[in-house]
């Protein structure tokens, strides 16, 4: 069922940011504070304004792939993303959320007792109160201590304006308390597309994990990494339990499909519709008509397992150290051929392996199967409709596989810090769900295989494991890895298990080199006299070798570009914080020249 937009009424003097062309909608009518909280209705319509800030869709800023190009996933031709290294003029934490959410609560006490049955009166509560932890939780993952404010702020009151940053530990304390509250009262059920019990438990499962293994690799703090993770761990089970989600699609139709109604896959998604000019671009960055300069690294193309279950380097299958993409596709868990091109492409400038996750296979079949001319008009539309900015597909925002991962990384990290031991039950009833997925006919026609179950009693010797990491997490953090892939995930799990590291490119060699090529075979017109002195590949030992213009049989290993260049270094320097966001010099100087004193987030200089 299509979502039924219905024009928001704005409250007061509050505007709305939600995501671009999704809820851009003219106002009704005006309201004032003394008459816009006399129905649930006019309560509810003050509150669908947090659905689109909060639940990233693909426009805003918050896109998959081209909005996360900083990690160990991707490399870029040219030179990679980099980490700040420096305080800025200008820079400090948005609470327009927080004082709306504030007034709504304000309001919903003050106002509408009369109004709302207890029930009703409750459920609203939990819904601001929710919104309001989640924009807390947010911050504190940016900045740590933020100031906490759990009332209305008037400009007038310059003391609370001022008043000094909050610990995070205290801020997360109340943002603890309003999940909880939130978990007991936000309905089930409250209508399509709108905030449900089982949104805020997914949501709570994803957060909570953060702060729950933040603590315990960040702070080193088990106490508070146990309260957390175990609230990640209740609310991923409030989901489970409910039966009411499954994971029924292929991996690839959950990002390309038309409509996501009635997928049990989904929590949430986001509606999209051509129609109702309601439509994004994020298939158009991997529609294989035009290039990109982001592809794979080496290192993301050696983390996939194989689906016998094992990993390259120990594994017993014939063709393991084979990383031609045919031999990839074939011998990789499923995920692999869901999210690349089947072959080579020197479209994708960075790594040679163009990534189609976004992109509909009936599009990609069009394009490679049928000439221009041979064409029908609905397939030509269907190709214009996948370029630019006209891309229907919908979104989907909470997946049940996120929430399985949620739930059982929550029960691996709770077992290292006095919790119960992860039993094989656990594995079966999270990763070997998702892991038997249904495969697609294409990827079937392809030779692709279901990835063998994960066993405690066997799970994989990686010869790359971290060594601070144990066997269990090691898998379940690849895991996650291969689902979230280009997504939005990566750094954020980088920054919570305090790895960061992994993305340091004198560390690892692998960040800067993409898929595996054997040039004269698969792509000899690209050995060609331009490339000379920027064409490289690299063999399974890490040996380099140029391009020189005679020695064109030896370009066969994973592409390297000349041109790309590192990272600059952004760990252990003094007064750098890769981890936490620093605020500005002139937010610091506003607080002064009041007679306050804002100090400078954790790591980063105060002067």
Request: charged share 25%; with cysteine; hydrophobic share 35%.
């Amino acid at each position: 069922m299509k979502i039924t937009y219905k024009i928001l009424l704005v409250v007061a003097a509050l505007g709305f940011s939600g995501c671009e062309k999704l809820l851009d909608r003219p106002q009704l009518t005006e309201e004032n504070d003394e008459t816009a909280w006399s129905s649930e209705e006019k309560l509810r319509l003050y509150a669908n304004k947090y659905m689109a800030y909060f639940f990233a869709c693909y426009s805003g800023g918050a896109a998959p792939l081209i909005n996360f190009t900083n990690s160990d996933d991707i490399v870029v031709q040219g030179k990679q993303p980099n980490f700040t290294r420096a305080v800025p003029v200008n820079s400090i934490w948005d609470m327009e959320n927080i004082r709306s959410t504030n007034i709504m609560i304000s309001r919903i006490e003050s106002k509408m007792t009369g109004v709302l049955t207890e029930e009703a009166k409750n459920h609203w509560l939990g819904v601001a109160r929710f919104y309001r932890a989640v924009d807390y939780a947010n911050l504190v993952r940016s900045y740590g201590d933020v100031p906490y404010y759990d009332f209305e702020l008037q400009d007038i009151d310059t003391d609370q304006l001022y008043k000094p940053r909050t610990s995070r530990n205290e801020v997360m304390d109340h943002v603890y308390e309003d999940w909880q509250f939130a978990l007991n009262n936000v309905r089930l059920n409250d209508g399509d597309q709108t905030l449900n019990r089982y949104i805020v438990a997914a949501m709570v499962s994803r957060l909570a994990l953060f702060e729950g293994t933040w603590q315990k690799y960040y702070y080193n703090n088990t106490e508070r990494a146990r309260k957390f993770l175990e609230l990640s761990r209740d609310a991923a089970q409030i989901v489970v339990n409910s039966k009411k989600f499954a994971i029924e699609l292929d991996y690839k139709s959950q990002f390309t499909s038309k409509s996501l109604a009635g997928s049990k896959d989904m929590i949430l998604y986001r509606v999209y519709d051509g129609a109702v000019g309601v439509t994004h671009s994020i298939s158009s960055y991997g529609n294989l008509q035009e290039s990109t300069l982001n592809g794979p690294t080496t290192d993301l193309i050696k983390a996939y397992i194989l689906n016998d279950g094992s990993v390259w380097e120990t594994s017993t299958m014939a063709d393991a150290n084979d990383f031609d993409i045919t031999n990839l596709i074939e011998t990789r868990d499923s995920r692999f051929e869901a999210t690349f091109y089947s072959k080579p492409d020197a479209l994708n400038k960075g790594s040679l392996f163009y990534i189609t996750k976004f992109f509909p296979r009936e599009v990609e079949k069009i394009l490679k199967e049928v000439p221009p001319n041979d064409r029908t008009p609905e397939q030509a539309t269907l190709i214009e409709v996948n370029k630019g900015s006209k891309n229907e597909t919908d979104a989907p925002v909470l997946r049940y596989a996120e929430v399985l991962l949620n739930l059982i990384e929550a029960k691996a990290e709770l077992a290292t810090v006095g919790g119960d031991a992860v039993t094989q039950t656990d594995i079966e009833a999270t990763i070997n769900v998702i892991r038997k997925r249904p495969l697609a006919p294409e990827a079937i026609a392809r030779g692709v295989k279901q990835t063998a179950a994960m066993t405690l009693a066997n799970l994989p010797v990686d010869p790359s494991r971290d060594p601070g990491v144990s066997a269990l997490i090691w898998e379940i953090r690849r895991e996650r890895r291969m689902e979230f892939v280009f997504e939005t995930f990566r750094l954020t799990d980088l920054r919570r298990w305090s790895k960061l590291e992994y993305m340091d490119n004198d560390e690892n060699e692998d960040l800067l080199s993409g898929g595996w090529i054997d040039f004269p075979a698969q792509m000899a017109s690209y050995i060609a006299p331009a490339q000379i002195g920027k064409l490289s590949v690299v063999d399974l030992n890490g040996n380099e070798t140029v391009y020189t213009g005679s020695n064109s049989a030896l370009m066969k290993g994973f592409y390297k570009n000349q041109e790309s260049e590192g990272r600059l270094p952004f760990l252990n320097i003094s007064n750098v914080n890769p981890y936490l966001t620093p605020i500005g010099f002139n937010q610091m100087d506003q607080y002064r020249a009041k007679g306050y004193e804002l100090k400078q987030t954790q790591g980063w200089p105060e002067y």
